[in-house]
């Protein structure tokens, strides 16, 4: 395979991106767009309080930790992929290096 034109650069940007998006998969996230304002963590459970009177609200508050758990395991899910990605794409340019070095 020598001499063959591979664009390293696009695996490192690629790769970049990546761990950058992964990084960024945590609940935490998900509540704001600027990753530069601390924002606090939801609590581990939503207190009922929080929606009045409201007949159902520990139905409601449940309801909304439910949710919570499930985006925090879903970008869990996608930032341990990214991650994956991130090491298949250095594996595939290590790869085409030794097959790029002549013997």
């Known amino acids: 395979m020598a001499g ?3 664009y390293y650069d696009a695996f490192d940007d690629f790769r970049t991106a990546c ?5 960024g998969m945590n609940v935490s996230d998900a509540i704001t ?4 304002k601390p924002v606090k963590s ?6 009922s309080s929080i929606f ?6 520990g139905t409601l508050a ?3 930790d439910g949710v919570w758990k499930e985006l925090g ?9 990214l991650e994956g990605v991130e090491r298949a794409i250095d594996q ?3 790869n085409l290096r030794k097959a790029d070095t002549p013997q």
């Open 4 to 6: 063959v034109d591979v």
């Open 19 to 23: 761990k950058k998006a992964a990084s």
């Open 33 to 36: 767009s600027d990753p530069r």
């Open 42 to 47: 939801p609590s581990p459970t939503t207190d």
């Open 52 to 57: 009045g009177k409201l007949a159902k609200s």
């Open 62 to 64: 449940t309801a909304v």
């Open 73 to 81: 395991d879903e970008l869990g899910l996608v930032k341990s992929n």
């Open 92 to 94: 595939v340019e290590t």
